[in-house]
């Protein structure tokens, strides 16, 4: 193998055009001083990455974590008529796009907990799926919310998608949608 390389080496040499003389060098990269110095880098930086592969995946669980959470006080918040615990989950600039495709801004929100049409008894999600971006985590998942309208037991079913963005150290939602998903 040493041969082959020598007699490639020696070959480019000749084709270089420079054929002045000169000493010969060797290249063996099979002693034991050589591979070291070639191998230890390698497995130095391979080990890096795979340390801050695991890091950037330990911090987006953590978000995911924390968002999630955050989706469960929202249900609770809804179902007590809690506007000011919502009011701190929701960015300034907040959208909602509600099961009628009516639009709603953040007032209009908090307004609808405070004064809602409906009794909700219970709001749950399922199926959750997280996907996170550095600052923004986006949140897909199917809920049931259970309660009365003008006295009349209701029980829906929908999809929904909440859109998170990291201000500060907090997390809040700028903009979510809800659709209606059929029996």
């Known amino acids: 193998m040493h041969k082959m390389f020598d007699v490639f080496l020696s070959g480019i040499h ?15 990269l099979h002693d034991g001083v050589s591979s070291t110095r070639f191998t230890c880098p390698i497995i130095l930086v391979a080990t890096l990455l ?31 008529k809690d506007a000011s615990a919502l009011d701190h989950l929701l960015a300034e600039d907040f959208t909602y796009v509600d099961i009628d495709g009516s639009l709603q801004n953040k007032a209009q929100f908090l307004d609808g907990i405070k004064h809602p049409p409906e009794h909700i008894e219970n709001i749950g999600n399922d199926s ?10 986006i949140v897909s998942g199917t809920y049931h ?16 998608t909440d859109t998170w963005v990291r201000q500060g150290s907090s997390w809040m939602c700028v903009a979510s949608h809800s659709t209606l998903m059929q029996r």
């Not at 959750?128 to 985590?137: A, S």
Request: charged letters at 25%; glycine letters at 6%; a positive charge.
């Open 14 to 28: 000749a084709l270089s055009g420079r054929n002045i003389a000169r000493p010969r060098r060797h290249y063996n």
């Open 128 to 137: 959750l799926k997280t996907h996170v971006y550095r600052d923004t985590v």
């Open 50 to 80: 795979s340390a801050g592969a695991v890091y950037a995946q330990s911090a987006q669980d953590s978000d995911s974590a924390r968002v999630l959470a955050l989706e469960t006080l929202w249900n609770q918040a809804e179902v007590a």
């Open 145 to 160: 919310e259970k309660g009365t309208l003008n006295g009349k037991a209701y029980l829906h079913r929908g999809r929904f």
